[in-house]
């Protein structure tokens, strides 16, 4: 059974329409990558199946539950792990208390939450010294590890990635690339977003969306 699923998804910018009846499943253990040109709505897409964004018609499916019966906070907050392209951490914050306060914020009650982020930020290959270093002060790829132990800071199923490797250099690229492989490995549902054909020839599918009403295609 599929993590999750869109089902006849339409959505427009004022009259411009932007997906068109688009259909996909997305199962847990799997690394997928949406695809297409700039103006195809990739990160549209991306921002609807996290709820941030509202289709103008069709629905997403979290385990077998429309969102919409879904509290938004706790759909957001609980059971999907969003990386930004621009990585939208506090950059005041260090590395650690950006982690912790994601934690907070998700009501994450265990007591040693600073261990619990500093393990997350280890999984990642950032080690306590760069834990404890403010954001600005860490390199690109630095920052997207940071980011990525973010989402993964309540143990969300689904991890959503808007080109998280765009501004990454090769090697830098492929270490967080085996990131997002060990997770779907784990179980998780990984999707990303991808203008990179190195990136998406290391997902396990790929989804193709054309630009405006045509229909998307696998």
């Known amino acids: 059974m599929a993590v999750l699923s869109l089902n006849n998804i339409c959505f427009s910018y004022k009259d411009t329409p932007v997906l068109n009846d688009v259909s996909y499943e997305f199962e847990r253990g799997k690394m997928y990558c949406i695809i297409g040109k700039s103006g ?9 199946l996290s709820g941030l964004a509202k289709p103008k018609s069709g629905s997403i499916m979290y385990d077998g539950r429309d969102i919409k019966k879904i509290d938004k906070y706790k759909f957001r907050s609980k059971y999907i792990g969003v990386i930004f392209q621009s990585f939208n951490l506090i950059t005041k914050f260090t590395a650690l208390e950006n982690v912790i306060l994601s934690m907070n914020i998700a009501g994450y009650r265990q007591r040693k939450k600073r261990d619990k982020a500093l393990e997350l930020l280890k999984s990642v290959g ?93």
Do not use: W
């Open 126 to 218: 950032l080690d306590e010294s760069e834990a404890n270093r403010r954001v600005l002060k860490l390199s690109g790829g630095q920052q997207q590890r940071v980011a990525i132990a973010r989402a993964l800071s309540y143990d969300a199923e689904i991890i959503l990635a808007d080109e998280p490797t765009g501004n990454l250099d090769s090697e830098t690229q492929s270490e967080i690339m085996a990131i997002f492989r060990s997770l779907a490995d784990s179980g998780k549902c990984v999707i990303l977003v991808s203008h990179s054909p190195e990136v998406a020839a290391l997902c396990d599918e790929k989804y193709e969306l054309i630009k405006y009403s045509k229909k998307a295609k696998k």
């Open 40 to 48: 195809a709505g990739k990160t549209t897409l991306l921002s609807i």
